[in-house]
């Protein structure tokens, strides 16, 4: 089967098995169900900015927990890339949560249209390809959190969008796939701090080959060792800049909210331990 044809048939499908969990009429639904605060947080932080004058790095939310119940300036310990972007899609379409959730879920479906693709990349079998994606897809977690507020599986896609063009890299050596990678990570420990294990897991390899210890059947993936430390560098120094900002942010108002400060034993007394 030619690549063009198995790719369309794949968003076919995949679209079809959409419908089939009724994300057109789900889009449309306001924050609800499992998980619904945290939603509501999202879809909240959005609609601030909106509301707001797009100040990327004044974030808040209608709860008044901040300043002593007077504002709702809180940080997330995600870079909220996501909640500004669907604010300026607010912008171009009017405020609605529709435009939120279909944002995001075109995003989670990048993200599996590139798991098609890495499988397809090893087992080129367009037919087992399809397959397993969809197969991934039927997971009631991914379904239920793919079309939501939440940017967990914005990061998640975001992660297998760098895990695709890491695998070319390591195929063909060209540094550009290398480069798209990193960028694909970043965009995803953006979104969701947690990502940066695939981070972790790709400098594991360059520390490896670094002390002499070569992976993947004897055959070395970093050629040139200092030309591919500075990206992986810039993702470990970019999502911790905003972390340490977001927790000097959440100091400065008085707020806790959503715990980007560590709450240890030793701050308790004994009626709160």
Request: net charge positive; hydrophobic share 50%.
């Amino acid at each position: 089967m030619p690549k063009r044809i198995s790719e369309i048939l794949f968003v076919v499908i995949l679209l079809s098995v959409a419908a089939y969990y009724n994300y057109q009429e789900i889009s449309f639904k306001r924050p609800q169900a499992t998980h619904k605060w945290r939603q509501s947080d999202c879809a909240s932080l959005a609609l601030n900015y909106y509301q707001g004058g797009m100040n990327f790095s004044q974030p808040k939310t209608h709860n008044l927990t901040s300043d002593n119940g007077t504002t709702g300036f809180n940080a997330t310990s995600e870079v909220p890339i996501l909640y500004y972007s669907a604010a300026v899609l607010y912008h171009f379409f009017g405020y609605h949560d529709a435009v939120y959730r279909i944002f995001n879920t075109l995003l989670f479906f990048l993200g599996l249209f590139y798991l098609f693709k890495i499988f397809n990349l090893f087992l080129n079998k367009p037919f087992w390809s399809i397959a397993l994606t969809l197969f991934i897809f039927s997971s009631p977690l991914l379904v239920y959190y793919g079309n939501n507020f939440l940017s967990n599986s914005s990061a998640l896609a975001f992660s297998i969008i760098g895990w695709y063009y890491f695998f070319l890299f390591s195929k063909n050596k060209a540094n550009k796939w290398f480069l798209i990678s990193m960028a694909a990570f970043l965009i995803a420990s953006s979104l969701k701090i947690t990502a940066l294990f695939s981070v972790f897991a790709i400098f594991g390899i360059y520390l490896f080959e670094f002390i002499g210890i070569s992976l993947a059947f004897n055959t070395k993936i970093f050629n040139r060792k200092s030309l591919f430390l500075l990206p992986i560098l810039v993702i470990f120094i970019l999502t911790g800049s905003w972390i340490f900002y977001a927790n000097q942010f959440n100091s400065l108002h008085q707020t806790t909210y959503f715990s980007t400060t560590i709450f240890p034993i030793w701050d308790l007394n004994s009626n709160e331990i």
